[in-house]
């Protein structure tokens, strides 16, 4: 079945670093999504991306949809101490509002910051 | 303003129980799903639900039963739950937002199976 591949499992960064991420797939994806999980609740969506080569903000967070529609990165700029958890890439293959395509969820990236 | 709630957030149990979890959402979404989350495998699909009355198996469905009577409530049996289903459970609800599926978590129940 499909898979999605994160990297890195995790990372330790001092505060005010810039962080890179990103997910791979062996097949196309038409959206991928970032989600971020903070200790002990469920997980937030992020950012949305629905087009090869776009590039999405949200406030600090920058996300790009690969080119090849194999792959998606995210970026934290100045990285804070609330952004400790754990994010995760999902891909949706679905195209057509009508038709059910459910959401496959990648292992995710641990992200500590140290003060 | 509540979103997706589960209850309990903690259980745990002794192999051979039976437990419900019940989750409820108030957006009036049409998906509802159930999910795992071992540490290193991220989120699994278990079962889940595209409307009332209707439920399908995810990706790791053995050992678990679900339910979706009304619209708003998905419940997840385990009826006789072992040590290997230890994990955090997740409820999520979405809709179809620009032909995607946005998806609303709960905050998990942690369940332990001794």
């Known amino acids: 079945g499909q898979q999605l591949n994160q990297s890195p499992q995790s990372m330790f960064i001092q505060e005010g670093e810039d962080v890179s991420m990103n997910c791979t797939s062996s097949s196309i994806f038409n959206t991928w999504l970032w989600y971020k999980q903070e200790p002990g609740e469920g997980p937030v969506l992020l950012i949305a991306l629905y087009k090869a080569g776009e590039l999405t903000s949200n406030g600090r967070l920058t996300a790009q949809f690969g080119i090849t529609r194999k792959d998606s990165f995210l970026n934290i700029s100045a990285s804070i101490p609330s952004d400790v958890g754990i994010y995760f890439c999902a891909g949706q293959a679905g195209l057509l509002k009508t038709s059910y395509d459910k959401v496959i969820f990648g292992p995710g990236t641990s992200l500590s910051v140290i003060p | 303003n509540a979103g997706v709630t589960q209850t309990p957030k903690f259980r745990v149990l002794k192999t051979g129980q039976s437990m419900t979890l019940l989750c409820a959402q108030d957006m009036n979404h049409e998906y509802m799903y159930w999910y795992r989350q071992d540490p290193g495998m991220g989120l699994r699909l278990i079962h889940y639900?595209?409307?009332?009355?209707?439920?399908a198996k995810g990706e790791v469905p053995d050992g678990y039963n679900v339910s979706r009577l009304k619209k708003q409530n998905f419940l997840l049996g385990l009826e006789s739950a072992a040590p290997s289903q230890t994990s955090v459970y997740f409820c999520?609800?979405?809709?179809?937002?620009?032909?995607?599926?946005?998806?609303?978590f709960g905050s998990g129940t942690q369940l332990s199976v001794l």
């Open positions: 999520a609800s979405s809709y179809l937002g620009q032909g995607v599926e946005k998806l609303f």
């Open positions: 639900s595209v409307g009332e009355g209707t439920t």
